[in-house]
């Protein structure tokens, strides 16, 4: 059964995203151990990674000039996109608060599965989370009238419990465990990282389906929404980055498609507004259908 849910992980990820549809009251237990599969996940990912050639990467200009890619000019587009449909103010604030989010802690484990970088996949999201709460602070000034007071404890707390420290432990793993031993025990478990994304779109989905239950049309404009924003950032994305290659372009796309919302609504709370939680649920959709739908394009043209 493992072996075959590691041989079908990307379907399966979206799989496990309509049986947290299914299934809300399961989905909303489970909510609450996400942080915990997500703090494990970064860890293993990292520890298959040389940090120093992290670290390089990061420190590099193109990685940088992604992160504005990621969010500056995704808030802007997203921004004149719904001044233009004649949004209400609190969709507004949640599509634009969607679009300054940092990419998926799961995205470089979703890419070597898809068999591209899975190091530069981490470094975009390393990036693009650090950028996050100015984006954020740069939506709530812009798009709504509440005093601005991000939770800047909780934040830096995150990045030290599912970044820097991962990073920190990668390192000193690297530096005191044998590398014969490290090596076959990365070996071992590299298949099995993956099965530790199907928690998030199968945890996050069910608040979606508590809207759903409550007003079905509201959720169905939700869902198409969370649908539009994930194309909308992934062709964004793709065709920018389609000059350096196909990889780095697939790699590029579906690492701006995947967004860490959850993350955002810790920092920033209920100043995001009524909209926001509702639209983050119905992302997961979409957003783990990504994965099947870049393999099916990386497919085409290879042709």
């Not at 990912?45 to 992290?54: C, I, P, Y």
């Not at 955002?264 to 983050?280: D, E, N, R």
Request: proline share 5%; with cysteine.
């Amino acid at each position: 059964m493992l072996v075959f849910l590691v041989r079908h992980s990307l379907p399966c990820m979206f799989v496990f995203a309509i049986l947290g549809f299914l299934l809300p009251s399961v989905s909303l237990a489970f909510f609450p151990f996400l942080p915990i599969v997500l703090f494990t996940l970064m860890s293993l990912t990292l520890l298959g990674m040389k940090q120093n050639e992290l670290i390089k990467r990061l420190c590099s200009k193109p990685i940088w000039l992604y992160a504005v890619l990621h969010s500056a000019v995704c808030m802007g587009v997203v921004s004149v996109t719904g001044w233009w449909l004649s949004f209400d103010a609190d969709l507004l604030l949640a599509v634009v608060a969607v679009a300054a989010t940092g990419s998926l802690f799961a995205t470089p484990a979703i890419v070597r599965a898809l068999g591209f970088d899975s190091l530069q996949a981490m470094a975009m999201t390393i990036a693009t989370t650090l950028t996050l709460p100015i984006s954020i602070f740069i939506a709530l000034v812009f798009f709504q009238t509440q005093h601005v007071e991000l939770d800047w404890a909780n934040y830096f707390i995150r990045l030290v419990v599912f970044i820097f420290g991962p990073m920190l432990f990668s390192f000193l793993v690297h530096q005191f465990v044998p590398r014969d031993g490290l090596n076959r025990f990365l070996m071992a478990i590299s298949p099995y990282t993956i099965l530790l994304v199907f928690a998030f779109p199968f945890g996050l989905v069910g608040s979606f389906r508590v809207l759903f239950d409550q007003d079905p049309m509201m959720a169905l404009n939700y869902f198409i929404i969370a649908t539009a924003l994930c194309l909308l950032f992934f062709v964004l994305s793709y065709v920018v980055y389609r000059k350096n290659g196909k990889a780095i372009a697939l790699t590029a796309a579906i690492t701006s498609g995947n967004r860490n919302v959850l993350l955002t609504y810790s920092i920033a709370g209920v100043l995001l507004g009524p909209a926001f939680l509702p639209l983050a649920g119905a992302l997961q959709i979409p957003t783990y259908l990504l994965p099947v739908f870049t393999r099916w394009l990386n497919k085409i043209l290879l042709k």
